[in-house]
């Protein structure tokens, strides 16, 4: 499968604890986004990164939020002491080149995040 | 106002007929515009791109962009159930940002 690979498909966690959803993105693409969905709602922002680099975290929540995009291996986002409010869909996306480039983004299949 | 602002429906259109979605962003230096499809509980499809002012058709689907207007449309012409969905459009605004709109939802009555 070529595409842009996510797991878990679904997490629960409890209050408090932490949250740690991967991210591989398409063959051939270098740039990888996460965005977060709540339910009726559009697709936000989080953050914009490369290969050991965040391009762009303007979307990211200031605390427990945390994205890394190693050299070796898949794209991390990371939530610490998960709370309520932070129950969504979480996708990844990954293009051939940045934003500059005009290029589109192709989707994960985005890991549900519930927490009780 | 919103970087990009969609009628969020929802939108009921018969079987055959023709579904028009529209888009309006807020950057005018904006230069690539993208229409996604979103099935309930699956991730956004990139189902069109547009990158120059008039209409660019792909099979049943047209997408139509004016820059002077900031204004993007997709049109869905014969309409199948299976074309209901939510349909997102997204605009890079600020270089690195995607901004998508809230989506409109369409369904395709058989």
């Known amino acids: 499968n070529a595409g842009v690979m996510q797991n878990p498909r679904h997490l629960v966690r409890r209050r408090g604890q932490e949250a740690r959803l991967r991210c591989s993105p398409m063959?051939?693409?270098?740039?990888v986004y996460w965005y977060r969905q709540l339910p009726e709602e559009g697709l936000k922002f989080m953050v914009y990164?490369?290969?050991?680099?965040?391009?762009?975290e303007s979307g990211m929540p200031k605390e427990r939020f945390s994205a890394e995009f190693p050299k070796e291996g898949p794209s991390i986002l990371r939530i610490q002491q998960v709370v309520r409010g932070d129950s969504a869909a979480y996708f990844c996306?990954?293009?051939?080149?940045?934003?500059?480039?005009?290029?589109?983004?192709?989707f994960g299949d985005g890991t549900r995040l519930s927490i009780l | 106002q919103k970087e990009v602002e969609q009628n969020s429906g929802p939108l009921s259109v018969p079987e055959g007929a023709i579904a028009s979605l529209n888009c309006t962003y807020s950057?005018?230096?904006?230069?690539?515009f993208f229409w996604y499809r979103q099935y309930s509980g699956k991730s956004p499809e990139l189902i069109m791109s547009?990158?120059?002012?008039g209409d660019k058709e792909d099979g049943r689907f047209t997408a139509q962009l004016n820059k002077a207007s900031q204004y993007v449309s997709l049109l869905i012409r014969d309409s199948q159930p299976s074309d209901s969905a939510t349909y997102l459009c997204?605009?890079?605004?600020?270089?690195?940002?995607?901004?998508f709109g809230t989506g409109t939802s369409l369904t395709v009555i058989p």
């Open positions: 996306a990954s293009s051939p080149r940045g934003q500059g480039a005009n290029q589109p983004q192709h």
């Open positions: 990164l490369q290969k050991e680099n965040i391009i762009d």
């Open positions: 063959k051939g693409h270098s740039h």
């Open positions: 997204a605009v890079p605004i600020t270089g690195n940002q995607f901004y």
């Open positions: 547009i990158y120059s002012n």
């Open positions: 950057d005018r230096v904006s230069q690539s």
